[in-house]
């Protein structure tokens, strides 16, 4: 809860939180919903979210105001409480001290955890999408409500990847650019769908730790390599059993008897063309423009890729298998006098290397990874001296957590981080209609640090204090998949 801000005229109060600086009625909501007017104060209207270990360990969950009277105070035992950002409220100017600057011991030594709800301007989220199909050309426009919010980047292997969001996005382009871009932003983050248009390329449904849907269609696997993995991993399954296999990969296209793993093999030579350019023996680059269609090209019939066999070497019967990295396709051809091959039903061996290819692929997932930069005025609420806690962070003396959750803090200038938003409590996300993103940071350090390096000590708060009415509190367990931000391995630097 925020102190009560000057009243003003018909019982409206100020909200001073972020620089749109709302006018908000009794029992009315401020622009962004998270703060409002209750009774004449202004209050965050989200519980602040506590993270409890115990719980995590399970613990049986006691309500933080319930039974009141004989509650014993357990649930402020020390380390095994966090207190996030999320609900914790923004400062703003930035100066003011953050929200909630809480001190805590942890194997005997006096530790401090500045929480703040901070508003990204300068944020996105990476979105990888587990996928062969082609999704779009790199650099194509992405849009949600048909505005563009980002951009198509660099395929990564098995994935297709973009880029969201951004500054240029959110306050560069029009008012109702920045808003969608705010939305998909905010939505994405919070673990909802999205559905995102390529352009010249596909639709794709997104949501953080789902399969995507491209074009309607569920991926259910992420392939399990590249056309030439797949003939150096599965070769020895198909020696004896076929003749020929091509694995057809947009990126880089299979060929056992040409490809090393054939030759060690001592697979003979079938005769086969191959359109495309090849790169080197039994792998082939651009064998069809990118699509949704075979391993991620743009056919249907895979012998599109294939020229004419070489008389000299093929002859009438010789066996040949085609899939495509995933398994999701895959045909058997028999070549008939005139060499050309013809479809048959596929031999049950081969089929169980088809199955093969399938069960070593995982599962297809969205993955979001918000990245934001803590600049200079986030900064500036946890110390008076900002430089020095961006130094304390790089010389991993301070551990910076988004919601409890780790983070990934990029080297170079300033604090800018990543983190996987799955791994941070649901709905820790917010926004601001400047339009920015709201998430939630804590910066944890030892004490004796934090004062070095100029900390706003005179706010500093024991744990304890926060076992106080909790009407606006809830504790969530935490998650047993994220090191304990107060854990000594992951505050590596106060236990140095
Ligand atoms: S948008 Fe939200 S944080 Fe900003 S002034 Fe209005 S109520 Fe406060």
């Given amino acids: 809860m ?3 801000a000057p009243a003003v005229a018909d019982d409206k109060i100020r909200c001073d939180a972020c620089p749109v600086m709302c006018f908000i009625k009794p029992g009315a909501l401020g622009a962004c919903d998270r703060y409002g007017n209750e009774a004449g104060v202004l ?59 809480v001190a805590s011991e942890v194997e005997g030594v006096d530790m401090v955890t500045v929480v703040t709800e901070g508003i990204f301007s300068y944020c996105g989220v990476k979105v990888k999408i587990d996928t062969d199909r082609h999704l779009g050309p790199e650099r194509a ?10 951009h198509v980047t660099t395929g990564e292997y098995g994935s297709q990847m973009l880029s969201l969001g951004g ?10 650019e920045g808003r969608a871009t705010c939305d998909a932003l905010l939505a994405l983050c919070n673990g909802a769908a999205v559905e995102l248009t390529v352009d010249e390329g596909a639709t794709v449904l997104v949501q953080a730790g789902k399969p995507p849907l491209v074009n309607g269609q569920v991926e259910e696997r992420m392939r399990v390599g590249c056309g030439s993995a797949t003939i150096g991993m599965f070769a020895k399954q198909w020696f004896g059993k076929v003749d ?27 005769g086969i063309k191959m359109k495309g350019r090849r790169s080197t023996p039994g792998r082939y680059f651009q064998v069809a423009d990118p699509g949704t269609g075979w391993g991620g090209t743009n056919i249907a019939d895979p012998l599109q890729i294939l020229g004419s066999f070489d008389p000299r070497k093929a002859r009438p019967g010789l066996t040949m298998l085609m899939v495509s990295t995933t398994g999701e396709h895959a045909s058997y051809y028999v070549l008939d006098e005139a060499l050309r091959p013809v479809e048959q039903a596929m031999p049950d061996d081969l089929a169980r290397s088809v199955a ?22 986030l900064r500036a609420g946890v110390t008076e001296n900002p430089v020095r806690l961006t130094r304390s962070v790089k010389d991993a003396l301070t551990v910076v957590t988004c919601g409890g959750a780790p983070t990934y803090v990029w ?42 390096l100029g ?15 909790a009407a606006h509190r809830t504790r969530v367990p935490h998650r047993a998949e994220n090191p304990w931000p107060l854990m000594p391995d992951a505050a590596r630097g106060p236990h140095r």
Avoid at 141 to 150: K, N
Avoid at 357 to 372: H, R, W
């Fill in 2 to 4: 925020q102190d009560a």
């Fill in 43 to 101: 209050v965050r209207v989200d519980p602040h979210v506590v993270l409890d270990h115990w719980l995590s360990d399970g613990g049986a969950v006691v309500p933080f105001n319930a039974g009141a009277l004989d509650w014993d105070g357990s649930i402020l035992r020390e380390p095994a409480t966090f207190i996030t950002a999320i609900g914790a409220g923004t400062t703003y100017p930035d100066y003011k001290p953050a929200p909630f600057i």
């Fill in 141 to 150: 426009l992405v849009r949600a409500d048909g505005e563009p919010v980002g």
């Fill in 167 to 176: 500054v240029h996005h959110l306050t560069g382009g029009t008012k109702r």
């Fill in 244 to 270: 020929e296999v091509v694995v057809v990969d947009d990126h880089i296209t299979g060929v056992l008897s040409e490809h090393q793993a054939g030759k060690l093999l001592g697979i003979a030579d079938s």
């Fill in 356 to 377: 093969l290819i399938q069960e070593n692929c995982e599962p297809a997932l969205s993955t979001v990874l918000f990245m934001g930069g803590a600049g200079g005025s």
């Fill in 411 to 452: 080297p170079g200038g300033g604090i800018t981080f990543m983190v996987d938003v799955s791994k941070v409590p649901a709905n820790g996300f917010g926004y601001v209609p400047t339009p920015a993103l709201v998430a939630p940071v804590e910066f944890t350090l030892r004490l004796s640090d934090y004062e070095k």
């Fill in 455 to 469: 900390g706003h000590m005179d706010h500093v708060r024991p744990l304890s204090e926060f076992r106080g009415p």
